[in-house]
């Protein structure tokens, strides 16, 4: 698949206010915000700006930090990271691997099996119930 690449005026006109601030300007929402913190259905959490699939109901657990949390994205090549060096501390962003929106970071604090968090801004996402058909 190849990258997806869209002008500023058309990121601002897809999204809300906040999810570009946050997708496209590496914000961050607000903690207890998301209505994602709070989902616990079976389905798919995908990006804001592309649909791309990102992380598995299955991989989410309750941190207690106020953001999604997630132990593993969909498939290895679904997110991409790099070092974050803002406000004097030294991170690890993710974002999107195809249209490369800021989704969270990730930390080496979580469960098993993989020991990652990966702390996600609930506006960076959609979600997808999985359809009982």
């Given at each position: 698949m190849s990258k997806i690449n869209k002008s500023d005026a058309e990121w601002r006109a897809q999204l809300s206010p906040e999810a570009y601030r946050v997708a496209r300007q590496h914000g961050t929402e607000r903690a207890f915000t998301s209505p994602l913190n709070e989902e616990k259905?079976?389905?798919?959490?995908?990006?804001?700006c592309c649909g791309k699939e990102l992380f598995a109901s299955d991989a989410k657990f309750d941190s207690g930090t106020g953001w999604p949390s997630f132990f593993e994205?969909?498939?290895?090549?679904?997110?991409?990271?790099?070092?974050?060096r803002a406000f004097f501390m030294r991170r690890t962003e993710?974002?999107?691997?195809?249209?490369?929106?800021?989704?969270?970071?990730?930390?080496?604090?979580?469960p098993r099996p993989t020991g990652l968090r990966?702390?996600?801004?609930?506006?960076?996402?959609?979600?997808?119930p999985e359809s009982k058909e």
């Open positions: 259905r079976d389905g798919m959490f995908t990006c804001v994205p969909v498939a290895k090549e679904a997110v991409g990271t790099q070092e974050d993710v974002h999107c691997a195809d249209c490369n929106a800021h989704l969270g970071h990730v930390f080496p604090d979580g990966y702390c996600i801004n609930g506006v960076a996402l959609d979600f997808k």
